[in-house]
């Protein structure tokens, strides 16, 4: 049987190519008073919510899965809560760099709101 040695200065690049290809990366998107213009109508707060959208790319470039938009993060926000809206509004997003893919995130996050139909 033939033993095959590979020098330690090979394993260490490779292990060190492989570190180079893991990450993540943050990034602000932005700050809004509400998801809808409240005007005067009475509203009362539901709770904390958060929503996100994401995609996969396989190396870096080709689509897997997935949309990545700012809506269905705001939309899967509000359907968690069954509220009408949402206040104090915070987008980011982020991007987690993997061996043999990458996946982008959007992530909102807010105050969940119901609007109050019987007081006017």
Known sequence: MKVIRIHPAIVLLAI???????????MPGGIAPSTTPIGNRPYRVVGRARGSDSYVLLFGI?????????????????????????????????????????????????LAIRFDHTLR
């Open 16 to 26: 060190l190519i492989l570190a180079l290809e893991v990450g993540c990366s943050h």
């Open 62 to 110: 080709l689509p897997i899965k997935g949309s990545n938009s700012v809506k269905e993060a705001v939309h899967s926000a509000i359907r968690a809560h069954g509220a009408d809206a949402l206040i104090e509004v915070t987008v980011e997003t982020y991007t987690q760099f993997w061996i043999l893919f990458t996946r982008n995130v959007i992530k909102v996050e807010g």
